[in-house]
């Protein structure tokens, strides 16, 4: 059972370079999210989407474009990439928004030079 | 404004030294408090969900408790493999999102 699939592990970006982090789940969940997490600071939620085609903003969003075309698949995309966006990003996914927990993928470590 | 705090930031214990991880949260409307065990290189993986102050919930080791103010995760004679760190998040019922404290990291030595 793979869970939340997430590619690449690894990626050095240049400045202004543009790039996108792809996520996959295979549980039918409706809900997922892109977090990403800084050292010493809480993960902090980018963008969310409660099913196909429907997308929010998070805490974090400047920077960054998600979409979603099918229940399975929230790519977040980076354009015009600063060092500020040098991370660890982790998707995950939800069955619903309520309280149950989310699950998550084993992150991309993006840096950027 | 919704905000969680863990404490200690790192924690060292010897292999059986038992032990307390304390969350601090202000949260309107708690929906859910999830702690989370994250290992080096790993994503954030799912331990327990409580939902109401005076809830515990119990895995091996690890036993989480809520107030109305914070949680614990009581650590009992640990063992080197409960090295990690380990996550809190509240669920708040205004905004629907998660809130993640920063962590505390235990190394526990043989």
């Known amino acids: 059972n793979a869970g939340v699939t997430q590619t690449p592990k690894f990626r050095i970006l240049k400045i202004g370079q543009s790039m996108t982090l792809q996520c996959t789940q295979d549980?039918?969940?409706?809900?997922m999210y892109w977090y990403r997490q800084d050292p010493g600071m809480g993960l902090k939620l980018i963008y969310y989407?409660?099913?196909?085609?429907?997308?929010d903003k998070g805490e974090v969003p400047n920077g960054y474009n998600v979409s979603r075309s099918t229940t399975e698949d929230f790519p977040l995309r980076l354009e015009l990439a600063a060092p500020s966006q040098t991370s660890v990003y982790f998707c995950?996914?939800?069955?619903?928004?309520?309280?149950?927990?989310?699950?998550f993928g084993d992150g991309t470590r993006l840096s950027i030079l | 404004e919704d905000q969680v705090t863990q404490s200690p930031e790192a924690l060292r214990l010897q292999e059986g030294e038992s032990s307390s991880l304390n969350c601090s949260y202000t949260?309107?409307?708690?929906?859910?408090l999830f702690w989370y065990r994250q290992d080096p290189g790993k994503g954030p993986e799912f331990l327990f969900t409580?939902?109401?102050a005076g809830e515990e919930k119990e895995k091996e080791r690890l036993k989480a408790t809520l107030t109305k103010k914070e949680s614990f995760l009581h650590i009992t004679a640990p063992k080197p493999e409960d090295s990690a760190t380990y996550l809190c998040?509240?669920?708040?019922?205004?905004?629907?999102?998660?809130?993640f404290g920063q962590g505390t990291t235990l190394q526990v030595k043989p």
């Open positions: 995950a996914s939800s069955r619903d928004g309520g309280n149950q927990p989310q699950h």
């Open positions: 549980m039918n969940h409706n809900y």
């Open positions: 989407s409660v099913g196909a085609g429907i997308t």
């Open positions: 949260v309107s409307g708690l929906r859910g």
């Open positions: 409580l939902y109401s």
């Open positions: 998040a509240v669920l708040g019922g205004n905004t629907g999102k998660l809130i």
